[in-house]
């Protein structure tokens, strides 16, 4: 079959930085897409991508933004706790 052309990290890379575009839609497929992966990754990514949402909560100004980032962390939640 086909190698595996990028790794979970490059893949969850390039949608954290899709979280902070300008485009309120390129960001909410981004929290879907988030969402998929999030199954799909180990401990140390999910932790970083928790972190990273976190520390861009307590940061953004924008309300657009931050209200893309509360999607993301409600999105994250949602999957921890199903889960369990």
């Known amino acids: 079959m086909f190698p595996f052309l990028f790794t979970p ?3 969850l890379d390039a949608l954290t930085l899709s979280l902070a575009h300008s485009r309120p839609a390129i960001r909410k497929r981004t929290t879907v897409a988030i969402g998929h992966l ?8 999910f932790s970083s991508l928790v972190s990273h949402v976190v ?6 100004t924008n309300a657009e933004l931050l209200r893309s980032y509360m999607s993301c962390a409600a999105a994250l939640r949602f999957l921890f706790l199903l889960a369990l």
């Open 9 to 11: 990290q490059d893949i």
């Open 38 to 45: 999030v199954k799909n990754l180990n401990d140390k990514l």
């Open 55 to 60: 520390s861009k909560l307590s940061s953004v």
